[in-house]
């Protein structure tokens, strides 16, 4: 009946609470994949719950022919707390991907009509429509589906010289993930980020981050640009923004942005009511739990405990985006033993596995996790 796009492990969740979900038997998990990095509040928050609540008894959706008093809401709050002046709302990151795309595209001819060329990354990973894989750099989501779009090229990360070899005045944009999430949790160095800033600027080149996976405080701060003190010109958003309500985001600078004009793009679900009511929970709640600290601390408290444990050779990313490289077993057979006592996690790539639990969580179910990593990898000695 379901299209065989997921190789789905054969459990059925019923209801969540917290860093915890329950299957269909009772069985309680221990989750440290939160939807690969959406539920950033948990499970059955009971205020995201009931705002959500009361916004399905008012109305849904309208479309975005007229004016969604809750969409406007939530870019002032995106607004106020980034770099950005204006926002574009859609569904999901692949679709925010795909607007910024078209975004650069346009401001690019409106230069020159060569200014079209798109640099990305090696090992990056931007979704899987046909606009976003285009500037994926990986070639196991791209073989089956060439030829992608035209005129993109990819760069080795943190290479500046194959980037200053790569890059002329026609080129529109540069796609950058600072923290590449499916690519092995490789982190952007700031020397290179800078210097990337600096010829963009030069070239005149839109420089967009893609803060799918780690903005909304999963780094620790509420995007993870603020860490590098280096402004993008556009940023796409989505994953945690909804906390699990789809809603995906491109905001950016107003020089930019205003070649977004009526008809050039659109999105009919996008920053409807539902959706948009989640993004302001989400960004309320994070502020008013401190959630942000509560991120810093059991980062601090997680990488400490991991680094006990002798047979993990890398400890890599940020806040509570980790991944961590293994002697002597893959990601994805890791991952299958946690599972197997009941703790969910995501893996990146063969040799990284990734936790993402959500922002709530605490010392005791960290520790639940580092007892049973630490059981396994002795048993498999």
């Given at each position: 009946m379901?299209?065989?796009t997921?190789s789905?492990k054969?459990?059925?969740?019923?209801?969540g609470?917290?860093?915890?979900?329950?299957?269909?038997?009772?069985?309680?998990?221990?989750?440290?994949?939160?939807?690969?990095?959406?539920?950033?509040?948990?499970?059955?928050?009971?205020?995201?719950?009931e705002?959500?609540?009361?916004?399905?008894?008012?109305?849904?959706?309208?479309?975005?022919?007229?004016?969604?008093?809750?969409?406007?809401e939530?870019a002032?709050?995106?607004v106020k707390?980034?770099?950005?002046?204006?926002?574009?709302f859609?569904n999901?990151?692949?679709e925010?991907?795909?607007?910024a795309?078209k975004?650069a595209?346009?401001?690019?001819?409106?230069?020159?009509n060569?200014k079209?060329k798109?640099?990305?990354f090696e090992n990056s990973?931007?979704?899987r429509?046909?606009?976003?894989?285009?500037?994926t750099?990986?070639?196991k989501?791209?073989?089956?589906?060439?030829?992608?779009l035209?005129?993109?090229?990819?760069?080795?990360?943190n290479?500046?010289?194959d980037?200053?070899n790569?890059?002329?005045?026609?080129?529109?944009?540069?796609?950058?993930?600072?923290?590449?999430g499916e690519?092995?949790?490789?982190?952007?160095?700031?020397?290179?980020?800078?210097?990337l800033?600096?010829?963009?600027?030069?070239?005149?080149?839109i420089?967009?981050?893609?803060e799918?996976?780690t903005g909304?405080?999963?780094?620790?701060?509420l995007f993870?640009y603020?860490?590098?003190?280096?402004?993008?010109d556009v940023m796409?958003?989505?994953?945690?923004?909804g906390?699990?309500?789809?809603?995906?985001?491109?905001a950016?600078?107003?020089e930019?942005?205003?070649?977004?004009?009526p008809?050039?793009?659109?999105?009919t679900?996008?920053?409807n009511?539902?959706?948009?009511?989640?993004?302001?929970?989400?960004?309320?709640?994070?502020?008013n739990?401190?959630?942000?600290?509560?991120?810093?601390?059991?980062?601090?408290?997680l990488i400490?405990e991991?680094?006990?444990?002798?047979?993990?050779?890398?400890?890599k990313g940020?806040?509570?985006?980790i991944?961590?490289?293994?002697e002597g077993?893959?990601?994805f057979?890791?991952?299958?033993k946690?599972?197997?006592?009941?703790i969910?996690?995501?893996p990146?790539?063969?040799?990284?596995?990734?936790?993402?639990?959500p922002?709530?969580?605490?010392?005791?179910?960290?520790e639940?996790?580092?007892?049973?990593?630490k059981?396994?990898?002795r048993?498999?000695?």
């Amino acid at each position: 009946m379901i299209a065989n796009t997921y190789s789905r492990k054969d459990v059925i969740f019923v209801k969540g609470e917290g860093c915890f979900l329950y299957d269909e038997n009772g069985e309680k998990y221990l989750d440290f994949a939160s939807g690969i990095a959406v539920c950033a509040l948990g499970h059955s928050h009971k205020k995201f719950t009931e705002i959500l609540k009361t916004q399905i008894d008012k109305i849904l959706h309208i479309s975005n022919l007229y004016r969604i008093q809750p969409q406007e809401e939530l870019a002032k709050k995106i607004v106020k707390n980034s770099f950005a002046d204006e926002v574009f709302f859609c569904n999901s990151g692949t679709e925010a991907n795909e607007g910024a795309i078209k975004l650069a595209r346009k401001f690019g001819k409106s230069i020159s009509n060569k200014k079209t060329k798109i640099l990305a990354f090696e090992n990056s990973f931007h979704g899987r429509t046909t606009g976003a894989l285009s500037i994926t750099g990986q070639e196991k989501y791209r073989k089956d589906f060439l030829p992608l779009l035209p005129d993109v090229e990819f760069a080795k990360f943190n290479n500046i010289d194959d980037v200053k070899n790569k890059l002329n005045d026609n080129f529109c944009a540069v796609f950058i993930e600072l923290i590449q999430g499916e690519g092995g949790v490789n982190s952007v160095e700031k020397n290179f980020l800078m210097e990337l800033r600096e010829i963009c600027n030069e070239l005149k080149i839109i420089l967009v981050f893609d803060e799918v996976q780690t903005g909304i405080g999963r780094t620790g701060k509420l995007f993870c640009y603020e860490h590098y003190e280096i402004e993008p010109d556009v940023m796409t958003l989505a994953k945690a923004l909804g906390n699990g309500i789809p809603i995906g985001a491109v905001a950016g600078k107003k020089e930019f942005m205003k070649f977004f004009t009526p008809g050039s793009h659109a999105s009919t679900f996008g920053g409807n009511f539902l959706a948009s009511v989640a993004g302001c929970a989400v960004l309320d709640i994070i502020e008013n739990e401190n959630l942000l600290e509560n991120v810093k601390k059991m980062s601090n408290y997680l990488i400490k405990e991991l680094k006990s444990i002798d047979r993990i050779n890398k400890i890599k990313g940020l806040g509570l985006l980790i991944g961590i490289e293994v002697e002597g077993i893959s990601s994805f057979d890791l991952s299958q033993k946690l599972y197997e006592r009941k703790i969910l996690t995501v893996p990146a790539g063969d040799k990284v596995l990734r936790f993402l639990p959500p922002l709530i969580v605490t010392e005791k179910e960290i520790e639940i996790l580092i007892k049973n990593l630490k059981e396994i990898l002795r048993k498999d000695l």
